[in-house]
């Protein structure tokens, strides 16, 4: 090999090193993430789970490559609500896959509430419930149904809630969603009695609009939240205050 040789030899060779620096790194078995936020209300299918009060939140989740995950949320709770229970630990599961622009979740999630029952005259309250959802671009379509006496009313089994929502990503940090849920199932004492009408009701219609920023990870939120009841209960109760009603939500949060 002649020098003029040796040169071009040695040129390609430099020329292909930044190719291989840049060959992308095999992606890992599995993940774990966690989240944290701060929230002027806790709505749980539109239903006020703090008493319309602050909730501190969090949660971690752990992911494998072939769809299976594990995951762990917590917050706060009205224990008045909750038969002395004053947070809510909610343990799921389940196998995510996705199917070009589809992407397909099922799993079961236990709803745990700890101290729940302790007091004299008071039962045990929790829920496990599976579920299934669907998604399609910026849409989801999800339903869960409970296995086991929804949140602790007697002979509850079999209820259910149906949810779909939308949500668009604007870009420079701005985003939108909207959804809309309904409860049903509801049946032998776990409808609630609804404020002035005095009769139960045993299905309930929940809606959702929000918007949120997000800068440097952080994302401050803003929604409104809304059913078709009048409802109270837990410590609301004592002034039969409404815990189902219109408001808006602030919030701030994190993942890492």
Request: hydrophobic share 35%.
């Amino acid at each position: 090999m002649n020098l003029a040789q040796s040169a071009v030899t040695s040129l390609m060779v430099l020329t292909a090193l930044p190719s291989l620096a840049q060959t992308a790194a095999p992606e890992p078995d599995y993940s774990l993430s966690g989240n944290v936020g701060i929230f002027s209300d806790y709505r749980f299918r539109g239903i006020s789970q703090t008493n319309k009060n602050p909730a501190i939140q969090g949660g971690v989740d752990f992911s494998m490559k072939n769809g299976l995950y594990l995951g762990n949320w917590n917050s706060n709770v009205d224990s008045g609500f909750y038969n002395g229970a004053n947070i809510e630990m909610d343990f799921y599961g389940g196998w995510k896959a996705t199917f070009g622009e589809f992407g397909l979740d099922l799993g079961g999630i236990y709803y745990y509430y700890p101290g729940s029952g302790d007091n004299p005259g008071t039962g045990k309250i929790d829920n496990f419930e599976l579920y299934a959802g669907g998604t399609w671009g910026p849409l989801t379509l999800k339903y869960n149904y409970a296995t086991t006496d929804f949140f602790g009313a007697p002979n509850s089994s079999g209820a259910y809630y149906v949810y779909f929502g939308a949500a668009h990503d604007f870009g420079n940090g701005f985003g939108i969603s909207g959804s809309v849920g309904y409860q049903g199932g509801l049946k032998n004492g776990a409808c609630p009695t609804e404020i002035g009408a005095g009769a139960p009701v045993c299905s309930i219609t929940d809606w959702k609009i929000g918007g949120t920023y997000t800068v440097d990870g952080w994302v401050f939120g803003l929604a409104y939240i809304d059913t078709n009841r009048d409802l109270t209960g837990g410590t609301a109760a004592n002034s039969n205050r409404n815990i189902s009603g219109a408001t808006g939500v602030l919030s701030v949060a994190k993942s890492f």
